[in-house]
């Protein structure tokens, strides 16, 4: 091959280089080496991806195929599932002859759900023959939870798997779902004279129009960008082909001389800080008295396919940092990842303490992971016949977009976001609750083919970064480098970030860590102004040299604080953000916020 037609960087790689390349991007430039037959396998991928919500039914067949030669190779398992099956037929049985006769200690034995399980909460749920209903799938979905787990040969992966499908099978065909099985949605039928089927087909079929027209959700929506979403006062002061960086106006007379800068995720918009004003950390920070820089991340086409993760550190995290600096003057900043961008800032970080380069205070992280090794549910999905598949819909396109993958987030949570919506729209009539945070959720970006590819591959499958594998510059990148001190923050009921994941920080991390655990989800949790009810956290500081606790421990120690969490974080950036300044005066801007990128569909 002439050499002049090989990639940048290749030709450090060990020879034979094509095979390092096949191994490492293994659908990137696929023009090398790459026989014509390659591109069928491709397009029979995406193709399979377009029919089954890009999940890989591969995978899932493979884990089918594990658990069931295994079950049928373990008669010890089968006969506890022949037992069991017996047993909980009786305990049925026995419930609805107690019901029938009225007998209290039928509601002593009956089988209770889970806590995050509210669909048979109402308390029409405890009349017969309702309850008789419910305690028949509730002990269904016992027994096959017994059947999908601990089946001795089967790999744990392939257990998980096949116990999650079973779950969403499950989930389908809960009496919850049906019309004649729900006492809530008889009663409403009832009384509305059947109104609620009516207005419940009018709301199915203005969402198959959005469907079908491909309308985007924002276009429907009352909340806009601009104008009351992304409505704090700032200008675009820089600008690339990846990313426009925000300042905002200060709104104190005096602010830290230490500036912040936002890194949001780039599969997520920039808002999600800055939603509705009374939501808005941006404006939050502002009025505690910083100088607040924001990224807002192009969002990709398929002409940028080939941007790579180092690409996104470059263009994203170092220009923004050069030019924070360049505006105020300041010689640290404190650094702010959200998601992946947090996982970003924390390869940068890594990179420039590699360097010596102390330019970072502080470096806070919300909801972001360095160890992907046991990422939570979200793993299920993330195996190499699923990212083949994902790898083939992004060659075909150029890149991913989110709306590809909401359907596998939409399955982490089918309950919330499926079923709930289905039995609240279709059968109850209802019309779906507006506010600032689900107006941001469903406004979806991109990811570029070569940096997702190496996202999924290089942290989530190989777990680089955490151990030491990672590279930057030609050179592996170590957490354990770094001296800033870092502040990151997990929610309970995060299904992308599990806390327990991010917590994970204290085994690689030589520095002081204070950790914050709060109430809510990956972003309900995040988004927690003061004054909101029900909102509670831990929080308690390590130093390098503190020995390790682990997080159930941690959890149980840690006292619990009521209220936000944002004041314990100020106080805590207050330390590392400087004494008090005239505001430094704008240098070059380019337009106002919330540009020009945050707007692209």
Not at 100 to 119: C, F, G, I, M, N
Not at 402 to 414: I, P
Not at 465 to 475: K, N, R, S, T
Not at 585 to 593: M, S
């Amino acid at each position: 091959m002439d050499k002049q037609t090989v990639p940048a960087g290749v030709e450090r790689m060990a020879s034979p280089w094509l095979g390092t390349l096949h191994r490492d991007f293994p659908f990137y430039h696929e023009p090398y080496n790459q026989p014509p037959a390659a591109n069928l396998d491709r397009m029979l991928k995406a193709g399979i991806g377009k029919l089954t919500a890009n999940v890989s039914p591969m995978s899932i067949w493979m884990a089918y195929v594990d658990w069931l030669v295994h079950v049928q190779c373990s008669p010890s398992k089968q006969q506890e599932l022949l037992t069991e099956a017996a047993r909980k037929i009786w305990r049925w049985n026995e419930y609805e002859l107690e019901v029938a006769q009225d007998d209290p200690h039928a509601e002593q034995t009956s089988v209770v759900p889970l806590p995050q399980d509210k669909r048979f909460a109402d308390p029409a749920w405890r009349r017969w023959p309702f309850n008789v209903i419910s305690q028949g799938f509730l002990l269904t979905q016992q027994w096959w939870h017994r059947a999908t787990t601990d089946v001795s040969g089967v790999s744990l992966h392939h257990e998980e798997v096949v116990n999650f499908m079973v779950r969403q099978i499950l989930d389908m065909y809960s009496p919850s779902n049906f019309l004649l099985t729900n006492p809530v949605v008889l009663h409403e039928t009832l009384q509305t004279g059947g109104r609620n089927l009516v207005a419940g087909m009018q709301n199915a079929m203005k969402d198959l129009e959005h469907t079908i027209n491909d309308t985007h959700p924002q276009d429907r929506s009352s909340f806009k960008v601009g104008k009351n979403l992304a409505v704090t006062p700032g200008k675009v002061v820089f600008r690339n082909r990846l990313i426009e960086l925000i300042r905002y106006q200060p709104t104190t007379e005096t602010v830290h001389e230490t500036p912040i800068l936002f890194v949001p995720a780039w599969i997520m918009k920039y808002y999600i800080l800055d939603l509705s004003p009374k939501n808005s950390l941006v404006k939050y920070l502002l009025d505690q008295g910083y100088t607040v820089f924001m990224i807002s991340w192009k969002n990709p086409l398929a002409s940028d396919r080939d941007m790579s993760l180092e690409d996104y550190r470059k263009l994203g995290v170092m220009d923004a940092l050069e030019a924070v600096l360049e505006q105020t003057g300041a010689s640290h900043i404190n650094a702010v990842g959200y998601c992946l961008g947090g996982t970003l800032l924390s390869i940068a970080a890594a990179a420039m303490a590699r360097h010596h380069d102390r330019r970072l205070a502080s470096m806070t992280l919300f909801a972001s992971q360095v160890d992907f090794k046991e990422p939570g549910e979200l793993s299920l999905f993330i195996d190499e016949s699923q990212i083949t598949l994902l790898e083939a819909i992004m060659w075909d396109q150029g890149y991913l977009d989110t709306k590809q993958m909401a359907g596998a987030f939409q399955l982490l949570r089918s309950n919330d976001l499926i079923w709930s919506r289905r039995l609240n729209q279709y059968l109850l009539g209802r019309s779906e609750p507006e506010n600032d945070l689900m107006a941001w959720n469903v406004d979806a970006t991109r990811m570029p083919f070569r940096m997702h590819s190496e996202y999924l591959r290089k942290l989530f499958l190989d777990n680089e970064l955490a151990e030491g594998g990672y590279c930057v510059d030609d050179q592996p990148v170590a957490l354990t480098d770094i001296r800033a001190p870092i502040f990151l923050v997990g929610t309970l009921t995060d299904h992308v970030a599990p806390w327990r994941s991010t917590f994970k920080i204290h085994l690689l991390a030589d520095t002081e860590v204070t950790f914050l655990l709060t109430t809510g989800g990956h972003n309900a949790g995040v988004v927690s102004p003061p004054g909101q009810p029900r909102r509670s956290y831990q929080v308690a500081t390590s130093q390098h040299h503190d020995p390790y606790v682990d997080p159930d421990i941690w959890q149980a120690r840690t006292p619990r604080q009521e209220g936000s969490w944002w004041p314990e974080w100020e106080r805590w950036l207050r330390k590392h953000s400087g004494k008090h300044i005239a505001p430094p005066p704008f240098g070059k801007t380019l337009y106002d916020a919330p540009g020009k990128y945050v707007l692209q569909p």
